[in-house]
């Protein structure tokens, strides 16, 4: 296999792993620089929650947000031109607001709760509101079971949104525990994915490895079959230097007894990744990793960073291609 | 029994029936000249039904936001400064949007559909409801149990709000069917205000006959409970000359082979009433009716102008008082 991006079949499918905020500014590179419809964004429903009655989706909807152009730019989540008159309402009859749900935000909310109690997947909810954004990529839940991230922390064990938000991620944490993992399956496609030689490369994106990514590796089979897929696997590095750019993981990786620094990235991904893309910051830790490495600027403040990010991403891949598999 | 309002107990309860737009500009004016807490507002919730998962009570919500003043002054329902982002947004998303469901009134559906599948009371999430508002009367479910007014049409059955809302009641009518009714129970504490022997007044507001009133007539024991109440029955009047105020009851009306005019509403409640409150543009026709009428102003433009019809069916009830029974 070579490192041609494309192929006489149409454009090589690219799959990414993403949770939130972080993860969805590399999927929007990402879908901005390939040709429409060859990203495949899987999305971490861990954080997925009842609330109100309503099924909420944080993850898959922060993806979608960004990809469709539609997301607050000052939170990250949510939607821009957003108005808070439910929230207001809500209020007034004294019912829980810890959570904030926009206007707008409710009715993907309403509207999905709405389909997945008619028995519709999650999966296929996902999809016709892409569509219905007029996303050209595809959005796809890690699974159409229910998995529950819940957080252990020194205060005890909490459901990941009251950890995340109502709590602030205040408590020390010390370990995750991913309720329905073990009997959930990864959406059929997403090994059919793996299993398809023209796959282009398996990004993760720099999203938090704990409460991110991990839901997702933690789904039966799937850590296996991105060890065994033949595209090259590449991380994103979500620390730059000692820090995460946005969220716990540093937080969480102190807590947790880790040193906060690439070195740790790349040793929680161990036996996964075919390559680490870390930032210019981290430029000395380079000859420490046992992974094949691309140093270039990470934070991605602007739509050109993200592309000019996924751009090397894409690079990178394709330069390893299916020789440097297992070299982590 | 004497026609005095108050005795030593307390201020005397006046227990009054309302559909919607119509019932509840009467409700205001009996809830502002009484002294607070002394009206119960019977609420139809036939119209009630299940919209994008959510629990609607049109006509609950429309009495409580009428005695919270944050009533919509144009529509008649849903609230005053609404936003309509959820709207907008379930637009995009290509779900149903013929029914409209303004921010702040979603907050209402959401805590109430949230209560309800947890096993909460529909009379008690209304209370808590209107507790929230600061209203100081009582607004009672006709029935905790579920009763679904279908439309007869030429063109066949039609659920209420499918009749109603998105085919603005353009379908000739032929009659009704108020499914569950045989089986639900009235609220208790209706039945139990009906013994009371302190019980002032039984308001039938001007709503109509048809599809307000009769769903909450329709329910087991009701009828009979209301004859045989030592308090008088009075009914103000839906129609003045040969027009609704509002809604489809003349068209209704006229579609079943009625005759539009108040002779109609009369017979309609033949056997309930003690008293008919009817419009001085009616004047001429009180002489047709057999049972004692009022005749004044019942189109309620203003605040006073509630306030003065609900004096006037006070103090017609307080005149007629206990020894007037049954004369229709």
Known sequence: MSGQPQTGGGPRPVLAL????????????????????????????????????????????????????????????????????FMTALHELGAETWF?????????????TRRLRAGVPLSEITADIGRSFGIASRILPMTDRRVRTRVITQDGPLDFQRYFVEQRCAPAVTGFVFDGAPEAKPHPDIL????????????????????????????????????????PVIAVSPIIGHEAVKGPTAKMMAELGYTVDVLTVAQHYRGLLDGLV?????????????VPVVVCPTLMRSLSDREELATAVLGFADRLGRCARRTG
């Open 278 to 290: 870390i930032d210019t910051v981290d430029a000395a830790m380079a000859g420490r990793l046992h």
């Open 100 to 112: 904030q749900l926009g206007d707008r935000d409710l009715a993907v909310h309403v509207e999905r």
């Open 18 to 85: 993403s949770g939130g905020i972080g993860g969805s500014k590399l999927a929007l590179g990402l879908a901005r620089v390939l040709s429409p419809g060859a990203l495949t964004v899987v999305a971490n429903t861990g954080d997925d929650f009842e609330h109100l009655g309503l099924h909420i989706s944080p993850d898959i909807d922060t993806v979608t947000y960004t990809l469709a152009g539609v997301q607050n730019p000052e939170t990250g989540w949510g939607r821009a031109d957003e108005t808070w008159s």
């Open 192 to 231: 059919a994915m793996l299993c398809n030689p023209e796959l282009r490369a398996v990004v993760i994106c720099p999203s938090n490895p704990y409460i991110s990514v991990d839901p997702i590796l933690a789904l039966p089979g799937l850590w296996d079959a991105l060890a065994a897929c033949n595209a």
